[in-house]
């Protein structure tokens, strides 16, 4: 096959590509379909089941038989459709679902066995042995479903994420939406006008009349001309909206570089959410075919597909085709492709009576009834009054009617309606909300009732928005009616096709109908109708047609199943923005991080913080080994860790007091101004929600600490509180997390390294006890606030400075702290520490813990109204006997595992005799042995007894002794030294 | 979806959190006698309408002010917002 | 008529024209021993065993649309029993052993493939809380396996071992978990059920309920009165508006979950896995499209359809864990109705009303308890006593405190 004359094709370029690693030339303007047909190439692809040989079908997003492989390596692209692939030099593209070369596909066998894959065959057997299903039926089943392939490798393409706005957004830039884009943007609007495709016009480019008597992109270019000179209108080719959402939000890809060999420096596409105060839904028709026997062959395709091949991309199926409709259109598609001067076998019209537009031979009340040539159409069986003969042709195109692209106007759930009439669905009246449809979309499919119905959409658009228009003038256009007649299906015995990808015939649908899988929806579920990635977008209307034949209901009655997003494919990738990687989320790093980073340390992911876990030093080939070192030398000496994660908020007010009493479970009002007070939050529920420290700095001032995880929470919490429970309080929040470094420093030096660098602050116990706190200054006028609090059980300090003075404090501090041992410990370290005191921290308040089990029961305040303390008494959680105990091997050489479930020596391990778990352990370098935390039922009743951890996950299970939860200094002496 | 912070315009229903019904404004009195029935049933029943709904909405990423939605559970159509503080106080002044 | 290969094989030499409608047409009756509202998989399963398991019959399912138009045909067809709590883990347990059997009871092929699930795992902390919830599901009887880092990339080596930002550490894996073909389930439990008897009533919407002297008299329908000495209510996502024609509120919200279908590649995904760090979990289907999802929208709704945030929140999680699947394309989004409960675990149980049952709040896990929930319903309605494995699913839990809150989330629905 040779091209065609005229065209939408570059022919002073020539680009090479290959299919299946054969080399084919193209031009710029191609797309891969175009450039195939160009070529000879009929047979493209395989079908999903039965892997007949399938042909390019479609010219635009329908397309549901060519898909390829595109590209190679990491950048491949499975399922792509050749009818939407712009052409371009060096483009490869394979084959895919198939066993050996696309022409010899060994697959191609199931179509023999096709009797035995009816709708929903795969219900009704393997079921027999059991075990085979795994075994055996699904791994075959495996090896042989799917269409493309992964590359199986990252993809190496970078995406790209924008916001845009706009008064109208016009989807769709054929007649319809230029004309509503013309009129909006002329009136001063700001204006998208977004189509899929990569040249405005929509079918105007694949039509031979003419607009004011010039060729449609004559007008076409001018408008470009004048769009170019509107600021107010941005112009998104090659951009596809996909869904509507609420409140006027559209999702949209634009595929940015896709026509490119390669992205170069930029994206490969762009992920749009744009919101627009008022849509036009301009997005056409699709053409539906009509099933016969054997309609799948390669070169039979829709006659309106047909026609834009001939006329926008020059190229042709075959040299001799025939057209097979039940409308005029499909005679147009015969005057276009003769006046191109390909051959037409004939014209073949259900309609009796069918009038000639032109000199072919006309079959009137003729259907054709089978189609013969298996890698590719030779002929076809044309019958009429039940006499049949056989029509040579390489091509024949089909015309069924068309069925308006409703799918956007009804992704809010609305249904569209049939309009007997037309014998079309229509947009419904529930549209989303500010959405006007035109052109082909709403019926109107004519280039002139387009043109107009565009203008008026637009309008009608400003005219809510009270934004003045005029209508523009408007070319004069076609005009002509297309007088169908509804033809569904030619009846026979051989299996013609509904939906093509997923070898969907009307026996199928008839064997639904039998089996009473008649409601759309079963029909859809049962043969897999409609499921395929082109959506049934050629399917679906015809396969409900002929289910209303069968039940002798209208199509009105039967109905459509639901639009969904997307309208076409969307890749993963773009919908992922490129936040992938290490930027998947952001890394919140601590304001000792580029010191602690210099010393060597490990970090760990703390949420979206990484936090340094521990400080390895040379020689030291464990972290254990380091953990043990950081945890022995702050015990001995002093350590300093960064604790800024923890959450901080400011809290003041002349109500500030009453505020934090209601908040917290135990008493706060109480606390006297320079005093710290632990504190226990419960949620509404009585559940503990978080603890941490409240100091009163002030009369009128406090500084709630939330544990790290919880700081947002919480915050959003007491705002909750403050605004919505108690707005008549005088308290105002604000949360101070990243504003103030906060350094732990531990241990029993840890006053003479602070006494060093605190200006003329007093220290000492009697003047600075445990839990004091005080605004001051340190090295010499720096702001600080101090506050004696302990999670180690130390001697212990925690020293705010502003955030961006946390890292030289902590060098100085280690600096000056040298000759006491100042080491720096991180997470690991903590951990170790807090578990050794006895701490509760977020393996023991995980939402699921009450004050009770926590053992801290007594804090939760009688004869105040704080929050959750009502619910804190309900029967099953005040007659909760689980507590926090702590444990200990009874063999000190064997591990305490957390996670692991306790058991009463001797009882059978099951859930009805499970009376707790793990929940921290660590080894314990001062214990020199394993320790750890956990609930126990009766825990308080069963000190020193013995327990079983077991830990089948992994088969372990270690006796524990019940032993009080204060490992080290239980008395508390250190604190307060 | 977009909400209509009645302070700072349409703003991206992204930029808030969502806590619920807005009826958890009505905190009943936790020392009145009967506090643990009336608890139970603030804090876990829901009338839950399909139809239009008062809800809270928290701008965490905007200006941390706690808002009540009226919107529609079955078109999510928005009909108005308010500051939860507003509507908190007016009901105290109801209450008086 | 029995589903065999050799049914298939005859069929299909003689032109397919012996099979039968899977389940009648039925027109109402005025009255039965059980209606069962909610023609979905739980109210199916429910009538199913009530006939088979519990020899009852004069029974009904009412359907407002058609069967299996509820959440049973719109999930992500997983099917597991790795929970911690016991007021769930023997519940699940039990109903992956009816899964486990689920086809030969009903001669139906469902595809329940146990192909495994593996919860990642990327902290120390997650570790410790997923090997507790090993351990009980051991304890429980059910199996489990604690993977490492080298064991899950032996299992799934395209996943971001390399430059992710949660690293991941191991994997908690349950064998016996996967899949099941969604409405298969549905399909099956209804013609079964239709063979024992049971009127399938579709196109039948539930518009009142007639309660006489505080007891249940029957119901109100599209189609007319319809008269019943026990009424059993299945209608997960739409339970807060049926119960509350009976005068109800209960302890759930209604929220819509999205999920998501890829177009139809070879397959390469062994199980289920999922990405608690990243809102995201994938299967693969046996056509090939991958199936996955994330969290709720998170806003009270009942529209069925979601929005972009959640579209793009997913397909982030699923590219920071599998950078190979960029360039495939989502082919659907699809939302669904939850009953998101207070304390994200179900109600099996009696209500104030006699003879009024109601089988609610499954949030996103209702799929997989299909079976059970149908099981332990059907008994607590044949026989008064509730299945001891679904003891723990009362009403009253929440006013007395025995709430089953698996994340520890407290009484936010949208954060369970």
Request: glycine content about 12%; aromatic content about 8%; proline content about 4%.
């Amino acid at each position: 096959m040779t091209r065609l004359a005229g065209g939408l094709i570059d022919r002073s370029q020539t680009l090479d590509f290959t299919f299946d690693g054969k080399s084919f030339k193209g031009h710029p303007g191609d797309t891969l379909a175009s450039a195939l047909l160009a070529n000879g190439m009929r047979l493209v692809g395989r079908s999903f089941k039965y892997h007949r040989p399938r042909g390019v079908f479609a010219a635009g997003s329908e397309e549901p038989n060519a898909m390829v492989e595109l590209r190679t390596g990491a950048w491949r692209e499975p399922n792509t459709r050749a009818t939407m692939v712009e052409l371009f030099d060096g483009l490869e593209a394979s084959s895919q679902n198939r066993l050996g070369s696309l022409r010899h596909d060994l697959l191609a066998v199931n179509d023999l066995f096709a009797p035995f894959f009816a709708a929903g065959f795969y219900y009704k057997t393997f079921m027999w042995p059991k075990a085979f299903w795994e075994r055996l039926y699904e791994p075959m089943i495996r090896r042989a479903a799917g269409l493309g392939s992964l590359s199986m490798q990252p993809d190496p393409d970078t995406y790209d994420k924008g916001f845009l706005h706009c008064d109208l957004l016009v989807i769709g830039g054929g007649a319809a939406g230029l004309a509503a884009a013309l009129t909006a943007a002329r009136a001063g609007a700001s204006v998208i006008l977004a189509d899929e495709d990569f040249r405005l016009g929509g079918r105007l480019n694949g039509e031979s009349h003419s607009l004011d008597d010039m060729p449609a992109t004559g007008w076409i270019n001018s408008l470009e001309a004048e769009f170019a000179s509107l600021p107010n209108l941005r112009i998104m080719r090659r951009t596809t909206v996909f869904g509507a959402f609420d409140h006027g939000i559209y999702g949209a890809v634009e595929r940015v570089s896709d026509h490119l060999a390669a992205p170069g420096a930029g994206v490969r596409q762009t992920l749009w959410r744009i919101t627009a105060r008022r849509t036009v839904l301009a997005a056409g028709a699709t053409e539906r075919h009509v099933p016969f026997a054997n309609n799948d062959r390669p070169g039979i395709m829709l006659a309106g597909a047909m026609r834009t091949f001939a006329n926008r991309f020059a190229s042709c199926p075959a040299d001799r085709v025939a057209i097979f409709t039940n409308n005029d259109d499909g005679h147009r598609t015969a005057l276009d492709l003769s006046a191109k001067g390909i051959e037409i076998a004939g014209v073949i019209d259900t309609r009796d009576g069918a009038k000639v537009f032109g000199s072919y031979p006309l079959f009137a009340g003729a259907a054709v009834t089978n189609a013969r040539g298996r890698l590719g159409l030779k002929a076809i069986d044309v019958t009429v009054d039940g006499r049949t003969q056989t029509l040579r042709c390489g091509a024949l195109g089909v015309s069924g009617g068309w069925n308006p692209n409703v799918h956007l106007a009804s992704h809010h759930r609305g249904r569209p309606c049939w309009d007997n009439g037309l014998q079309a669905f229509l947009p419904g009246e529930d549209l989303p909300a500010g959405m006007i449809v035109a052109g082909a979309a709403k019926g109107e499919g004519t280039t002139h009732s387009a043109l107009n119905s565009g203008a008026s959409a637009a309008l009608q658009a400003l005219a809510d928005l009270g934004l003045s228009a005029s209508r523009p003038r408007l070319p004069q256009a076609e005009d002509a009616p297309t007088n169908l007649k509804p033809f569904w299906h030619v009846a026979g015995k051989g299996r013609a096709w509904v939906d093509f990808q997923n070898d969907v015939t009307v026996k199928d649908i008839k064997l639904a109908h039998l089996e009473n899988m008649r409601p759309v929806e079963h029909l859809k579920r049962w043969t897999t109708l409609g499921m395929a990635t082109d959506q049934g977008k050629t399917a679906n209307v015809t396969a409900l047609a002929v289910m209303a034949e069968l039940t002798g209901k209208s199509i009105a009655e039967t109905g459509t199943t639901i639009f969904r997003p997307p309208y076409t494919g969307v890749s993963l990738g773009v919908l992922g923005g490129g936040d992938t990687g290490k930027n998947f989320r952001p890394s919140r790093l601590t304001p000792t991080h580029q010191w602690a980073s210099a010393n060597g340390a490990v970090f760990t992911e703390a949420g979206q913080w990484m936090r340094a876990q521990y400080f390895p030093r040379v020689g030291e080939t464990t972290w254990r080994e380091t953990v043990d070192r950081e945890v022995l030398a702050t015990r001995s000496g002093v350590g300093i860790c960064d604790v800024t994660t923890l959450g901080k908020v400011d809290v003041q007010g002349t109500d500030a007091a009453e505020f934090l009493d209601r908040i917290y479970a135990n008493k706060m009002a109480s606390l006297i101004p320079g005093r710290v007070r632990y504190g226990l939050m419960l949620r509404e529920d009585g559940f503990a929600y978080d603890d941490g420290t409240c100091a009163r700095l002030g009369e009128d001032h406090y500084v709630v600490t939330t544990t790290t995880a919880q700081a947002g929470p919480v915050y959003r919490h007491m705002e909750f509180a403050r605004q919505c429970l108690w707005p008549e309080l005088d308290v105002q929040l604000i949360s101070t997390t990243d504003a103030w470094a906060q350094l732990a420093v531990a241990g029993p030096n840890s006053r003479r390294l602070l006494e060093r660098i605190v200006d003329e602050f007093d220290l000492s116990n009697p003047a600075f006890p445990f839990m004091a706190c005080a605004e001051t200054t340190v090295c010499n006028g720096l702001r600080a606030r101090i506050f004696r609090i302990s999670f180690s059980g130390e001697l212990a300090y925690e020293l705010a400075v502003p955030a961006r003075y946390g890292n030289a404090l902590m060098e100085r501090l280690i600096e000056i702290g040298a000759d006491l041992g100042a080491t720096p410990y991180g997470t690991e370290a903590l951990g170790v520490m807090r578990i050794e005191k006895g701490h509760a921290a977020g393996n023991e308040i995980n939402g699921q813990t009450t004050a009770q089990m926590l053992g801290l029961a007594r804090m939760v305040a009688k004869g105040k109204d704080a929050i959750g303390a009502v619910m804190s008494r309900r029967e099953g959680l005040a007659g909760d006997s689980r507590v926090l105990v702590g444990l200990q091997p009874v063999d000190p050489a064997e591990p305490v595992v957390p996670g692991s479930h306790l058991f009463s020596p001797g009882a059978a391990q099951t859930t009805a005799n499970d009376l707790g778990w793990v929940t921290s352990a660590c080894h314990s370098p001062n214990l020199r042995s394993s320790i750890g935390l956990g609930f126990l039922a009766g825990g308080g009743e069963r000190m020193g007894e013995e327990i079983i951890a077991a830990n089948p996950l992994q088969n372990q299970s270690v006796r524990l002794r019940v032993v009080s939860q204060h490992f080290v200094d239980p008395e508390g002496g250190r604190l307060r030294d | 979806m977009l909400i209509p912070h009645p302070l700072l315009g349409l703003r991206d229903a992204q930029e808030f959190t969502y806590l619920g019904d807005a009826a958890l404004l009505d905190r009943p009195d936790g020392l009145a006698a009967d506090a643990e029935a009336s608890f139970a049933d603030y804090v876990y029943l829901r009338n839950n309408p399909a139809g239009v709904h008062r809800e809270l909405w928290f701008h965490e990423h905007g200006d941390r002010s706690w808002l009540i939605v009226k919107r529609n559970t079955v078109t999510h159509e928005i009909l108005g917002a308010e500051l939860a503080r507003d509507v908190a106080l007016a009901s105290r002044g109801e209450a008086q | 008529m029995r589903f065999s290969g050799f049914r298939v094989l005859r069929e299909a030499l003689t032109g397919h024209g012996g099979w039968r409608p899977l389940w009648r047409n039925c027109e109402p009756q005025p009255s039965y021993d059980f209606v069962i509202v909610g023609g979905g998989g739980h109210g199916l399963a429910t009538a199913y065993h009530l006939a088979a398991v519990f020899g009852q019959s004069r029974i009904a399912v009412l359907e407002k649309g058609w069967l299996g138009s509820g959440n049973i045909g719109r999930n992500t067809t997983i099917i597991r029993s790795n929970y911690l709590l016991p007021g769930n883990e023997p519940f699940y347990e039990f109903s992956m052993k009816l899964w486990e059997n689920l086809e030969q009871e009903l001669n139906f092929n469902a595809m329940v493939s146990q192909r495994g699930i593996v919860n990642l795992i990327h902290t120390d902390g997650q570790r410790d809380a997923y090997r507790r919830r090993g351990n009980a599901m051991l304890h429980a009887g059910a199996d489990a396996q604690l993977l490492s880092r080298d064991q899950v990339r032996d299992l799934a080596p395209f996943l971001n071992f390399d430059n992710a930002r949660f690293p991941i550490k191991g994997g908690l894996m349950q064998r016996r978990a996967g899949t099941a073909r969604h409405d298969g389930v549905a399909w099956g439990y209804a013609r079964a059920a239709d063979l024992l008897g049971v009127d399938l009533i579709q196109n039948c919407e539930v518009t009142g309920f007639r309660i006489e002297n505080g007891k249940v008299a029957g119901v109100d329908t599209t189609r007319g009165h319809i008269g019943a000495k026990k009424v059993g209510v299945a209608v997960a996502g739409s339970s807060g508006r049926v119960m509350a024609m009976a005068g109800m509120r209960l302890p759930i919200e209604s929220h819509v979950l999205q999920a998501f279908v890829s177009e139809g590649l070879k397959p390469v995904i062994p199980g289920v896995i999922t990405f608690g760090a990243g809102h995201f979990y994938v299967s693969q289907s046996d056509k090939g499209g991958l199936i996955f999802g994330g969290d709720i929208d998170g806003y009270n709704s009942y529209a069925q359809r979601g929005n972009l945030p959640v579209i793009e929140d997913v397909a982030e999680g699923g590219m920071a864990l599998m950078p190979m699947i960029g360039r495939a394309r989502l082919l659907r989004a699809w939302g669904g109705i939850m009953d998101m409960s207070m304390d994200g675990s179900p109600i099996i149980d009696r209500t104030p009303i006699e003879g009024l049952y109601l089988n609610a709040g499954w949030c996103y896990g209702g799929f997989k308890a299909t079976p059970a929930s149908g099981y332990a319903f059907a008994q607590l309605m044949a026989t008064g006593n509730p299945h001891e494995a679904a003891a723990a699913y009362r009403l009253d839990r929440f006013t007395r405190g025995y709430v089953i809150d698996e994340k520890g989330a407290g009484a936010t629905p949208n954060l369970h």
